[in-house]
């Protein structure tokens, strides 16, 4: 995990070598880089490495110790609703692989910049036995376009980075060696726009969704 401010915008790379698999060390990072861009940066850029965006939660906690696998499972939902409710400008920039919750990190930035390369994107849930619950099935069903909900949420269908741009997982490609360039200018674009009102204007717009998901938080949903 790394922090580091380019000009006014943070960017927060995740690179393990391995999965980038979500765990509380990963999360911890992601609650630290937050505080730190909401003070010092006007936008922020999610970065995974070449080939791999995240594969989701760590399966080793959840299969060696399933207390502690909910929790983690838990606290991943509170993640989310972070990022989704983050005041600022936030951008993805998607070189590989997006599975379960790493999808969800797609979903729940603003702008989502994809490599046009070969890598696939996929809610895996229904062939891997687990319910969404609200908040998951939220954050889905509002990004993701109506006519793909069954073949993607449902069906476990995995995308192609062009098909994830037909379903919603991204909203554009460009050339692999141009895509954190690309999700620079967006962040840079967006900053310039009053601050006040795109986190005004961001949760307004969000605000049935958000209020699904606080919901959610408090009872027992789990899925990812």
Do not use: W
Not at 3 to 31: C, H, Q, R, S, W
Not at 120 to 142: C, H, Q, W, Y
Request: with cysteine; glycine share 6%; proline share 4%.
């Amino acid at each position: 995990m790394n922090y580091e401010l380019k000009d006014n915008i943070a960017v927060i790379t995740f690179d393990n070598g391995k999965a980038n698999a979500v765990n509380p060390d990963f999360m911890d990072a992601i609650d630290s880089f937050l505080d730190k861009a909401e003070k010092e940066a006007d936008a922020v850029v999610l970065a995974g490495r070449t080939g791999m965006f995240s594969a989701g939660y760590d399966l080793k906690i959840i299969q060696a110790d399933p207390e502690a696998g909910k929790a983690m499972i838990e606290r991943g939902l509170g993640m989310l609703y972070r990022f989704y409710s983050f005041p600022k400008p936030l951008v993805a920039a998607c070189d590989g692989h997006a599975i379960g919750l790493g999808a969800f990190m797609l979903m729940v930035a603003d702008t989502r910049i994809g490599a046009d390369t070969e890598y696939f994107v996929r809610l895996p849930e229904t062939a891997i036995n687990m319910p969404f619950g609200d908040l998951l099935m939220e954050i889905a069903k509002s990004r993701l376009n109506r006519q793909e909900h069954i073949k993607r949420i449902v069906q476990s269908v995995p995308c192609t980075p062009s098909e994830a741009v037909t379903a919603g997982f991204l909203d554009a490609l460009v050339p692999q060696e141009q895509l954190m360039a690309a999700a620079m200018k967006v962040a840079s674009d967006l900053a310039e726009l009053p601050a006040k009102y795109y986190a005004q204007n961001k949760l307004d717009v969000r605000r049935d969704s958000l209020k699904i998901m606080a919901d959610s938080i408090k009872v027992d949903s789990i899925g990812g």
